[in-house]
């Protein structure tokens, strides 16, 4: 069965369910995979609640899946983790994410905390690996999870298909953010799994692009501060003209975190004026 109902085969052993997220750009849906061998299983990511859990149970025992070995999540934002509480208590299964994220998801989501434990080395499922990769930028505490057996690297926020991802403060670090790019384009992936979107196919390729398009904006931000000094607010406006209202937040915060960027680099200072006490920011050559 290549697939059934809302779940797709990806590869062999590895199923996806894809659970409507609305305010998810640009697909409005959030990924859930099951890697399975022998009777076993890993879950990556639970964004699902409600009716989906039971279709996650449901899909579980449609595969013969005795056990389920580990919850992990690539990170803590409420998409990738809001059912991995109720997962974790229906299948009795550790939930594990990075020490840097769990401290943050039990600040942000208190009822749930406790639910996670560090996150170790590797897990198994039956005969299968997977190896645990500490890869911060999206979030400090972001892993990327690497299946040797289909040379399969799953990237949780880091990669889609099309368009980009945000990376913004406080979670996000763009410095972070270059190297787990980087990092992608350095592996032997044959196939990225994000957390949003299909399948990424030819995953150095997605993350070159991604680079790309990262230093663009940053090229962007320089040649509007070349006009003068600007607030976060009109930079924000100045590079996201005609963006979708609900990707506005998200905007803004991938704006501050460039300019923290450029900050690092020597490139950019800010200031506050004395006239109006707004913060500015102007190239460090002005």
Aim: with cysteine.
């Amino acid at each position: 069965m290549a697939n059934a109902g809302p779940w797709e085969r990806v590869l062999p052993g590895v199923w996806c369910m894809r659970v409507a997220y609305p305010n998810v750009l640009p697909y409005g849906t959030v990924n859930l995979y099951v890697i399975e061998d022998g009777g076993e299983a890993v879950i990556v990511d639970g964004g699902v609640t409600d009716g989906n859990l039971d279709l996650v149970m449901a899909h579980l025992l449609q595969l013969g899946i005795q056990r389920v070995a580990a919850i992990i999540a690539t990170h803590y934002h409420v998409d990738h983790t809001a059912g991995i509480p109720a997962l974790k208590a229906r299948l009795a299964a550790p939930a594990f994410m990075h020490p840097l994220d769990i401290s943050a998801f039990d600040v942000k989501f208190p009822h749930g905390a406790g639910t996670f434990e560090p996150c170790p080395e590797r897990l198994r499922a039956g005969h299968r690996e997977l190896y645990i990769i500490h890869q911060p930028g999206h979030t400090h505490g972001h892993l990327h999870l690497w299946l040797p057996d289909a040379k399969a690297l799953f990237v949780g926020d880091h990669l889609v298909e099309e368009g980009s991802v945000w990376v913004g403060p406080p979670d996000g670090h763009m410095a972070d953010y270059y190297r787990a790019l980087q990092a992608v384009m350095a592996s032997d992936a044959e196939v990225a799994l994000p957390g949003h979107g299909p399948a990424i196919w030819h995953p150095q390729l997605a993350a070159e692009r991604l680079y790309k398009r990262r230093q663009m904006r940053e090229e962007q931000l320089l040649a509007i501060l070349a006009g003068g000094p600007k607030t976060l607010a009109e930079l924000t406006a100045a590079l996201y003209q005609g963006a979708d209202s609900r990707a506005w937040p998200f905007a803004r915060h991938t704006v501050m975190a460039h300019l923290e960027h450029l900050e690092e680099r020597g490139a950019v200072r800010k200031a506050m004026s004395s006239t109006d006490w707004i913060m500015r920011y102007a190239r460090t050559e002005e």
